[in-house]
């Protein structure tokens, strides 16, 4: 990918320019490496073997086509490691853990649309960058409904934003090690988080939601969280160049 070309990625795929580090990020710069795609954009960490952050545009040309496959792609899609990352990264057998399941942050689900160039992108959602370890009952139910419920919104303002990423609990006392999965030692996080944005003129008007790693029946309103709540749990600051945010209950998208 050209220089043009990773610019025009990145403007189409954050909302509000690159995710900006706070003073509570714990991730050292040096372990972090930058990944830009037609598709989305994410921050890989060596350490954890996985996105700090990934974000990506959710738009009715991007879901042109099939909902069937965001259902049954994985069936025919194979997960691979990262061929751009230069340092550590995650490999398939590193999630022969049968707990697990390697858990899209930019949603297969999210490209249907046929066209060879949307295949494309679609296929670059499998490399392993995008995907963290997350329990399977998780990864299938309620981060699904999650999923779902974006592109719903996607569909209906014709375009979203989605920033997703993992979190760590921090227990401090007593220490509380990362779990780790596979030979390469991929960490598992404790939970998962997503901010979604539409822009209303020159504000971006966002709801935030923050969910443990584990199988849930609940609404999916029960886990919006206030967006400085992400940030300060990740250590990034979200939308660094938004000219005002709003940020909205579920009910506020207007969806029956």
């Not at 706070?22 to 795609?37: A, F, G, I, Y």
Request: hydrophobic share 40%; aromatic share 8%.
């Amino acid at each position: 990918m050209s220089a043009t070309e990773s610019t025009g990625a990145l403007q189409t795929n954050c909302a509000a320019g690159l995710p900006e580090r706070l003073s509570s990020c714990v991730h050292d710069p040096k372990d972090l490496e930058l990944v830009v795609r037609n598709g989305y954009a994410l921050l890989h960490s060596g350490e954890h073997k996985i996105p700090l952050w990934v974000s990506e545009q959710v738009s009715r040309t991007r879901l042109a086509g099939s909902r069937l496959l965001s259902f049954v792609g994985r069936l025919f899609e194979g997960f691979s490691a990262d061929p751009s990352l230069a340092g550590p990264r995650a490999n398939p057998e590193d999630y022969a853990d049968d707990r697990f399941d390697p858990g899209h942050l930019a949603a297969a689900g999210n490209i249907t649309n046929k066209g060879d160039a949307f295949k494309a992108m679609r296929a670059e959602t499998f490399y392993l960058s995008n995907n963290a370890p997350m329990r399977k009952q998780f990864n299938r139910g309620v981060w699904l409904r999650l999923e779902q419920l974006v592109r719903e919104w996607a569909l209906r303002y014709e375009s979203v934003w989605s920033i997703s990423g993992p979190a760590f609990e921090v227990r401090p006392s007593p220490p509380h090690p990362v779990e780790r999965i596979g030979e390469g030692a991929v960490s598992v996080p404790t939970h998962f988080w997503k901010v979604v944005a539409r822009k209303h003129g020159e504000t971006l008007r966002v709801t935030c939601f923050l969910l443990a790693n584990h199988s849930s029946e609940e609404e999916l309103k029960t886990f919006v969280v206030p967006l400085h709540t992400v940030e300060q749990a990740i250590g990034w600051r979200l939308l660094p160049r938004a000219h005002s945010v709003t940020e909205d209950p579920v009910d506020a998208w207007k969806l029956k």
